[in-house]
């Protein structure tokens, strides 16, 4: 179980996106984008959760919330992409 984040800082690492989106469950991987479709100067990642809460809470909480300076988007893996939005 995944979800999708865009908007991490550039130099963003696992321990420290670990520490954000554990808050929310058991994260039991972190892995990131190297083409990122935020461009350069943000980066994506998959964070796995052991369980279904977790994403449904990562959803809830942490879409939408700051990170030094950047806004993250946190989206269901497999989601269609929001209209408007550039990823």
Do not use: W
Not at 16 to 21: G, K
Not at 49 to 78: C, M, P, T, W
């Amino acid at each position: 179980m995944r979800v999708l984040v865009h908007g991490l800082p550039p130099d963003a690492d696992e321990d420290e996106v670990r520490s954000v989106f554990k808050a929310e469950g058991f994260v039991t991987a972190v892995s990131f984008d190297i083409k990122s479709p935020t461009g350069p100067a943000a980066k994506s990642a998959e964070v796995s959760y052991s369980s279904k809460q977790g994403v449904e809470g990562a959803l809830k909480r942490l879409d939408g919330i700051g990170l030094r300076g950047n806004i993250l988007k946190v989206v269901r893996e497999g989601a269609a992409p929001t209209r408007g939005m550039p990823y």
